[in-house]
């Protein structure tokens, strides 16, 4: 540090072979720091001299003066630099002093000195020069004090100036105040181009703010000489896939079109995904193959949601064949792909074939993660192979350096429990708390239920109060398990306060928790109060499946008599939920114990003609019923 005393005494207290020095002409300055060879540094000056005169563009800095300025930062020995050598203070300067490797606070001295020169005035290069010096120091006070200097500044800021401080402050996660810069400087400042709305609608949606995107479309559209372009429209359709809103994200995707411009393979990728959710495989196929007919060749991320969403459709036929012809084609699958077919092969049953896939990833240049063993770990739970050779999966790939993941002890706890090893089970779980893993509801879920299966009531709960102490609180499924348990073994009143309490800690309950709670009812013959429940949960626009409406429907058949269970089972068939098999038996053995024959054979036609066959239990209760009635009958005639 440069310590002034009096008049031009000085001394310099952190180099002692300089603390004799009192005073200084302005060559010493310059001979202070000379360069180990005078030739060189003859050349390099004369050199700065005359580019600087032919072309100030090409100029850089002097070696000397960058020295000094990493020695003294910025300070009087700096400034006096500049002078002796000639340096003229211009934006070129400015944006090559701000390049040097010297402390940010040394920069933001020498930037606020510089605005202080006479015939010198700041410009968006050197302002954006600075921003990006305190954007890499993290200093996000005064990077957003600097950005609202430039804006009030007199400066001219470009489109693409606009563009960049949007994704400064996009990258340092203020993005409300990005939107303020935007429309301030779109205000006063400068006309933006769609690169510049794409640049807030881009900040946007990587921070996950997707109903702001269509304002900013909509405002951009108005502009009239500002139109959206590829990239706007790409953002667009993620932001309405992302919010459910695929008709609008199909729309744009047509208005894109008529506009004239050509759909990446990213737009037709996200597409696909859109047409699969809506089980429209036919249009989803017919994208893929209007994809090739433009001359846009779908990458392997489009391959990738094109089978996963066949396989999902149940055609693994026909996404194996995509799969295998698009390795004749040359087309490089990566890891997530693989991993896609292994499991849509995995859950068709073709277990050897998805394990001889995994072999044959070597050979594909792929490295199986943590998800391609968990597929193939999964799969052998699923179609009840060996427990040892999952086991031995598990060594395998802890030998091969892939760590399990949470979802790995999932997987063996699940399959542990399905399989009556409960106690192997919790030993995982306690080693998935040892190596330091957060609490992983799946992994409660399975073990709470096995235990409930088992009777085993008190350990269940238990297992139930831990997660909600280690997280604070659980999962809608966890609960509707613990639900379920409580309500079979007849304790109806703590049924009721777990659901309760889900409500009161912000966890909606789901379809899985009333059907729970109202099989609890009605297995306590509350079947009025278990209805009641039915009609909470459409106005807590929670939509009952075919299983809310059968625990209803069992409840009456059994309770309410034959008339109300009827009622019901005519209100089923004109509601979107139609009945099934199980709906059909339940009202059959309802009207043949009320010896409602005649009703009960026509419903049996019915059955037939739905493709709807009657079990076992009906078959009983019918003859049951049949020779009830025929004994009620023989003894009156006696």
Same mark, same amino acid.
């Given at each position: 540090?440069?310590?002034?005393?009096?008049?031009?005494?000085?001394?310099?207290?952190?180099?002692?072979?300089?603390?004799?020095?009192?005073?200084?002409?302005?060559?010493?300055?310059?001979?202070?720091?000379?360069?180990?060879?005078?030739?060189?540094?003859?050349?390099?000056?004369?050199?700065?001299?005359?580019?600087?005169?032919?072309? #100030?563009?090409?100029?850089?800095?002097?070696?000397?003066?960058?020295?000094?300025?990493?020695?003294?930062?910025?300070?009087?020995?700096?400034?006096?630099?500049?002078?002796?050598?000639?340096?003229?203070?211009?934006?070129?300067?400015?944006?090559?002093?701000?390049?040097?490797?010297?402390?940010?606070?040394?920069?933001?001295?020498?930037?606020?000195?510089?605005?202080?020169?006479?015939?010198?005035?700041?410009?968006?290069?050197?302002?954006?020069?600075?921003?990006?010096?305190?954007?890499?120091?993290?200093?996000?006070?005064?990077?957003?004090?600097?950005?609202?200097?430039?804006?009030?500044?007199?400066?001219?800021?470009?489109?693409?100036?606009?563009?960049?401080?949007?994704?400064?402050?996009?990258?340092?996660?203020?993005?409300?105040?990005?939107?303020?810069?935007?429309?301030?400087?779109?205000?006063?400042?400068?006309?933006?181009?769609?690169?510049?709305?794409?640049?807030?609608?881009?900040?946007?949606?990587?921070?996950?703010?997707?109903?702001?995107?269509?304002?900013?479309?909509?405002?951009?559209?108005?502009?009239?000489?500002?139109?959206p372009d590829t990239v706007t429209y790409t953002a667009l359709i993620s932001a309405f896939t992302k919010l459910g809103q695929d008709d609008s994200a199909l729309r744009?995707?047509?208005?894109?079109?008529?506009?004239?411009?050509?759909?990446?393979?990213?737009?037709?990728?996200?597409?696909?995904?859109?047409?699969?959710?809506?089980?429209?495989?036919?249009?989803?196929?017919?994208?893929?193959?209007?994809?090739?007919?433009?001359?846009?060749?779908?990458?392997?991320?489009?391959?990738?949601?094109?089978?996963?969403?066949?396989?999902?459709?149940?055609?693994?036929?026909?996404?194996?064949?995509?799969?295998?012809?698009?390795?004749?084609?040359?087309?490089?699958?990566?890891?997530?792909?693989?991993?896609?077919?292994?499991?849509?092969?995995?859950?068709?049953?073709?277990?050897?074939?998805?394990?001889?896939?995994?072999?044959?990833?070597?050979?594909?240049?792929?490295?199986?993660?943590?998800?391609?063993?968990?597929?193939?770990?999964?799969?052998?739970?699923?179609?009840?192979?060996?427990?040892?050779?999952?086991?031995?999966?598990?060594?395998?790939?802890?030998?091969?350096?892939?760590?399990?993941? #949470?979802?790995?002890?999932?997987?063996?706890?699940?399959?542990?429990?399905?399989?009556?090893?409960?106690?192997?089970?919790?030993?995982?779980?306690?080693?998935?708390?040892?190596?330091?893993?957060?609490?992983?509801?799946?992994?409660?879920?399975?073990?709470?239920?096995?235990?409930?299966?088992?009777?085993?009531?008190?350990?269940?709960?238990?297992?139930?109060?831990?997660?909600?102490?280690?997280?604070? #609180?659980? #999962?809608?499924?966890?609960?509707?398990?613990?639900?379920?348990?409580?309500?079979?073994?007849?304790?109806?009143?703590?049924?009721?306060?777990?659901?309760?309490?889900?409500?009161?800690?912000?966890?909606?309950?789901?379809?899985?928790?009333?059907?729970?709670?109202?099989?609890?009812?009605?297995?306590?013959?509350?079947?009025?109060?278990?209805?009641?429940?039915?009609?909470?949960?459409?106005?807590?626009?929670?939509?009952?499946?075919?299983?809310?409406?059968?625990?209803?429907?069992?409840?009456?058949?059994?309770?309410?008599?034959?008339?109300?269970?009827?009622?019901?089972?005519?209100?089923?068939?004109?509601?979107?939920?139609?009945?099934?098999?199980?709906?059909?038996?339940?009202?059959?053995?309802?009207?043949?114990?009320?010896?409602?024959?005649?009703?009960?054979?026509?419903?049996?036609?019915?059955?037939?003609?739905?493709?709807?066959?009657?079990?076992?239990?009906?078959?009983?209760?019918?003859?049951?019923?049949?020779?009830?009635?025929?004994?009620?009958?023989?003894?009156?005639?006696?």
């Amino acid at each position: 540090m440069i310590a002034t005393l009096s008049g031009s005494r000085r001394r310099i207290s952190t180099f002692c072979y300089l603390c004799d020095r009192s005073k200084q002409t302005d060559s010493e300055i310059v001979k202070m720091f000379q360069l180990s060879n005078p030739k060189v540094n003859t050349v390099n000056y004369a050199l700065n001299r005359t580019s600087s005169q032919r072309n #100030s563009a090409v100029r850089t800095l002097d070696e000397r003066f960058i020295r000094i300025l990493k020695i003294f930062k910025w300070g009087p020995d700096a400034e006096k630099s500049l002078e002796v050598l000639q340096m003229k203070v211009d934006h070129l300067l400015v944006r090559e002093v701000l390049k040097v490797d010297v402390e940010v606070t040394t920069k933001i001295e020498f930037f606020k000195w510089a605005g202080k020169r006479r015939n010198f005035e700041h410009d968006s290069t050197t302002y954006l020069a600075l921003i990006h010096c305190l954007e890499e120091a993290g200093l996000t006070g005064q990077l957003w004090r600097k950005i609202q200097e430039m804006v009030r500044s007199k400066c001219l800021i470009s489109p693409s100036d606009l563009s960049e401080i949007v994704r400064v402050l996009g990258r340092a996660k203020m993005v409300s105040k990005a939107l303020i810069v935007f429309f301030q400087i779109k205000g006063r400042k400068c006309k933006p181009t769609a690169t510049t709305y794409n640049s807030v609608i881009l900040m946007l949606m990587q921070e996950g703010q997707h109903e702001k995107v269509y304002e900013l479309y909509n405002e951009m559209c108005t502009e009239g000489n500002c139109y959206p372009d590829t990239v706007t429209y790409t953002a667009l359709i993620s932001a309405f896939t992302k919010l459910g809103q695929d008709d609008s994200a199909l729309r744009l995707f047509d208005e894109m079109k008529e506009n004239g411009l050509h759909p990446t393979a990213r737009i037709y990728t996200t597409l696909l995904g859109v047409y699969f959710k809506k089980h429209s495989i036919e249009k989803a196929l017919g994208l893929v193959h209007e994809m090739k007919e433009k001359g846009c060749p779908p990458t392997v991320y489009t391959y990738t949601e094109l089978i996963k969403g066949l396989g999902r459709a149940g055609r693994t036929e026909e996404a194996y064949s995509i799969f295998l012809n698009i390795l004749k084609d040359g087309c490089k699958p990566d890891v997530v792909l693989l991993n896609n077919v292994m499991n849509i092969l995995a859950r068709a049953g073709r277990v050897d074939d998805a394990h001889k896939l995994f072999e044959e990833m070597e050979s594909l240049n792929c490295t199986p993660n943590v998800v391609t063993y968990n597929t193939v770990i999964k799969s052998l739970f699923q179609s009840k192979g060996p427990v040892p050779e999952a086991s031995s999966w598990f060594e395998r790939m802890k030998a091969n350096g892939v760590a399990p993941s #949470s979802f790995t002890y999932s997987i063996f706890i699940d399959g542990y429990c399905k399989t009556n090893r409960v106690e192997k089970a919790l030993m995982l779980l306690e080693e998935m708390d040892e190596k330091g893993f957060p609490p992983c509801p799946a992994a409660y879920c399975s073990l709470i239920n096995t235990l409930g299966k088992a009777k085993r009531y008190e350990a269940a709960n238990e297992l139930f109060q831990e997660l909600k102490e280690n997280c604070g #609180s659980s #999962s809608a499924r966890v609960y509707a398990v613990m639900i379920k348990h409580f309500g079979k073994c007849g304790r109806l009143s703590e049924a009721v306060d777990l659901f309760n309490e889900m409500k009161t800690l912000g966890c909606r309950p789901d379809v899985y928790a009333y059907n729970a709670l109202m099989s609890g009812l009605v297995r306590a013959g509350l079947v009025d109060e278990a209805h009641s429940w039915l009609q909470n949960m459409v106005e807590s626009d929670c939509v009952p499946d075919i299983n809310s409406y059968n625990i209803i429907l069992n409840g009456l058949a059994k309770k309410g008599g034959p008339q109300r269970a009827i009622d019901m089972f005519m209100k089923m068939k004109q509601s979107d939920v139609k009945p099934d098999a199980i709906s059909y038996n339940t009202i059959l053995g309802c009207l043949s114990r009320a010896g409602m024959f005649e009703e009960a054979a026509r419903l049996m036609k019915e059955m037939h003609t739905n493709g709807f066959e009657y079990d076992l239990i009906t078959y009983t209760s019918i003859l049951e019923a049949v020779g009830q009635f025929n004994e009620d009958h023989t003894s009156r005639a006696l």
